[in-house]
């Protein structure tokens, strides 16, 4: 747990090349009859090749629209990247054309979504939906591309493979769905997965099994992943890295390690104290409502820390200014004027 | 699949008997017969008039009619037309061509309307396009079609005198200028109809469309990289049209129903003006047959309904 560390401290030309994904000062809003959601409000976190960061933060914080803005799938309108920049491999994306987008979006990056149950079209088999994203960037043909699928959903540990890919999603379990998708996600054998809670939707013991896919297809693939969850122990279990969000914003990001041993965020230690043994919280699902009180409107934040509500410690300071992202120790830094 | 279809057709026996059963009942207990000119008619002499009864059946008690009349339809005899005097078969062959062509080509002409434009529209909600035409179909939908029919009628045929406002179906000559002519008379009750179901299937197919657009396979198919053209049409149209497919289907009862209206309006000699008329002179016969094959073709286009739906979603099994 400390090569997270060590690999955040370097400068320079190598770190910059180690970056894949660098979102800086994001801002996405929503327009909506209310005035503008500041559903992301000056985000920034980046995701080193081949580590797993983790996004924990309770619902509603903006993950993922964060997750969707990187691949440019959210509406606009009513959305807006109102401010920010998103750096893929150095360079930034946001005022790329669609076009461009389209030959990002699962060649380099791949997303899997929350839903398995609604994330597959009804009326095509899924050999179909994953062969469709092969023929799109590696411009096999038909028959090959196929053949293609069935080896996904074998590396997936899809049992019958060769003659699964000519089912129809409904005739998948959710667990199984989600492997499919997986397995459609990383096809082309994109650079980057970003995994919006993969197993919220599922079985506890499905969970697992889904996570263990995620990491053995990691290992296989050498890529990096971005795993958005709610589960501090999923976190604990499969990240090098986490970034705490709070309300659309960074409130703390640390090696994991760090995190769990010296967390300096109040917000963080509540998610912390949430968990009753991290060792077996994977198997889990532990909601991080836990904390009291509840998450301020997007619509009209307040001015200064937006954890103040909630916050044990809050001070007249904490509702002057919000307090900015600052480094406490190597790699560890926090919004918390503490 | 066959068997499902062998199965359903066989369950829609009982329908029609039940559907046959009631109209007789109906027709025979209103007021009136064919013969109740002859009745008031000084010339001719009870006697007649009593045989001439007796001979078409006319004094039994309804079941044995109803009996008959089956029976008769059984054997392929639909019965001989009081008013036109001749057998009601060949009446319906002479008036159904006519009735199909102005439907089909207005349903035709419809889903080319409503197709395109709910798509397109649906696509990009509150835009300019998608609030013209959404104005547009809620003008058309709200016009009943004796409306625009004379609309039409005023504008084209009296006041421009481009088109001719009353249907012939014996036009003499042939070849080219023939044709001519038959899609002249045509335009305009094809149009009537087309115009009144493009708009309100458009408004349909937009909102199925909507639906379908804001699922989360299609972020999926965004996320793949595939471009916006081949998203809606190979992941949301092909979704959206299992519901259009089947309204469409289960639609044509009501259309055949419109028709009847438009058939009158601009004279056309359809199966709809055949039923009017019999239902004036109260000739039951043709009333029978009419209602009959309405009913089947109800109930065909149920099925098809069915069927379609059954193979456009590879959810639905028949069993
Ligand atoms: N299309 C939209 N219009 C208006 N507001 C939106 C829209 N999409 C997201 N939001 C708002 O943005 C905020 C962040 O949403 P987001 O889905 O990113 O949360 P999340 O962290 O992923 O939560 P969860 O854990 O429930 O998935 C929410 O308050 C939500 O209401
Ligand atoms: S800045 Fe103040 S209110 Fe905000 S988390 Fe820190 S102590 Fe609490
Ligand atoms: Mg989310």
């Keep these: 747990m400390t090569e997270g560390m060590t690999a955040e401290r370097d400068t320079g030309a190598a770190a910059t090349a180690r970056r894949l994904l660098e979102i800086a000062n994001l801002k996405v809003h929503f327009r909506t009859d209310d005035g503008w959601v500041r559903a992301v409000d000056g985000v920034s976190l980046g995701v080193d090749r081949g580590e797993t960061l983790g996004v924990v933060g309770e619902s509603g914080c903006g993950k993922t ?48 979504f929350q839903e398995p149950m609604t994330s597959l079209n009804p009326v095509y088999t899924v050999g179909e939906q994953i062969a469709e994203t092969l023929r799109l960037h590696e411009g096999l043909g038909k028959r090959a591309a196929m053949d293609r699928a069935a080896e996904m959903l074998k590396l997936v540990h899809i049992p019958n493979p060769s003659r699964r890919v000519n089912d129809y999603p409904h005739q998948f379990s959710g667990g199984m769905r989600q492997r499919v ?86 917000y963080t230690q509540g998610l912390i104290r949430s968990i009753p043994r991290i060792d077996t919280a994977a198997t889990h699902k532990v909601r991080l409502e836990a904390i009291p009180g509840s998450v301020p409107s997007l619509l009209d934040p307040p001015k200064g820390c937006r954890f103040a509500a909630r916050c044990r410690f809050v001070m007249p300071e904490c509702l002057d200014a919000q307090p900015p992202l600052r480094e406490v120790s190597p790699g560890h830094k926090v919004a918390c004027i503490l | 699949m066959t068997q499902y279809v062998l199965r359903r057709l066989l369950i829609a026996i009982p329908s029609l008997l039940g559907i046959s059963v ?76 006519t009735t199909l062509i102005v439907i089909g080509s207005s349903q035709i002409l419809a889903l080319m309307i409503a197709l395109p434009v709910g798509v397109y529209a649906a696509t990009r909600p509150y835009s300019i396009f998608d609030q013209i035409a959404n104005t547009l179909a809620f003008i058309g939908f709200s016009l009943p079609t004796f409306f625009t029919g004379i609309l039409f009628i005023l504008f084209f045929s009296i006041y421009l005198d481009w088109l001719p ?48 657009i804001r699922l989360d396979y299609v972020t999926t198919a965004r996320a793949k990289g595939l471009a916006e053209r081949v998203i809606t049409i190979k992941h949301v149209m092909r979704n959206a049209l299992i519901p259009v497919v089947t309204l469409v289907a289960l639609s044509m009862p009501a259309v055949f129903g419109g028709a009847i209206v438009t058939e009158q309006i601009f004279r056309v000699p359809g199966i709809g003006s055949l039923l009017i008329t019999a239902i004036l002179a109260n000739d039951t016969p043709v009333i029978m047959a009419v209602t009959f094959v309405v009913s089947i073709l109800v109930i065909l286009f149920n099925l098809l309904a069915d069927v379609l739906y059954g193979w456009l979603d590879p959810r639905i099994s028949y069993r």
């Excluded at chain 1, 397995?183 to 995994?195: D, E, F, V, W």
């Excluded at chain 2, 017969?33 to 078409?56: C, I, K, Q, Y």
């Excluded at chain 2, 023939?178 to 458009?202: C, D, N, R």
């Design chain 1, 65 to 112: 629209v964060t997750a969707m803005t990187v691949l440019k799938l959210i509406a606009m309108p009513p959305g807006k990247i109102v401010d920010g920049t998103i750096h893929w491999q150095g360079r930034d994306i946001v005022p790329l054309t669609p076009a461009e987008m389209r030959s990002i979006r699962s060649k380099e990056i791949g997303i899997v």
């Design chain 1, 181 to 266: 998708m997986i397995a459609m996600a990383l096809s082309c054998s994109p650079k980057l997965l970003i995994a919006d809670e993969p197993t919220t939707a599922l079985d506890v013991t499905i969970q697992a099994q889904i996570l263990e896919i995620m990491v053995e297809m990691k290992e296989r693939l050498g890529m990096a992943v971005m795993l958005i969850t709610h589960a501090m122990g999923v976190v604990a279990e499969t990240a090098q890295r986490v970034v705490v969000m709070y309300a659309g914003k960074v409130a703390e990001e640390a090696p994991v390690g760090e995190l769990f041993a010296n967390p300096r965020h109040p």
């Design chain 2, 22 to 97: 009631i109209l007789f009942t109906v027709l025979a207990l209103a007021p009136g017969d064919p013969f109740e000119e002859l009745a008031t008619n000084p010339a001719v002499p009870p006697d007649v008039r009593a045989a001439l009864r007796a001979s078409l059946g006319l004094d039994d008690p309804v079941h044995v009619r109803y009996f008959n009349w089956l029976f008769a339809m059984l054997r392929g005899d639909w019965g001989y037309s009081f008013v036109s005097r001749i057998d009601v078969d060949d009446l319906i062959l002479q008036r159904l061509p």
């Design chain 2, 165 to 212: 406002f009353v249907y012939r179906s014996d036009i003499p000559g042939s070849g080219l200028p023939w044709f001519w002519e038959h899609v002249k008379q045509s335009i305009m009750p094809i149009a009537v109809l087309g115009l009144f179901q493009g708009a309100a299937w458009t408004r349909f197919v937009r909102s199925a469309v909507l639906d379908v």
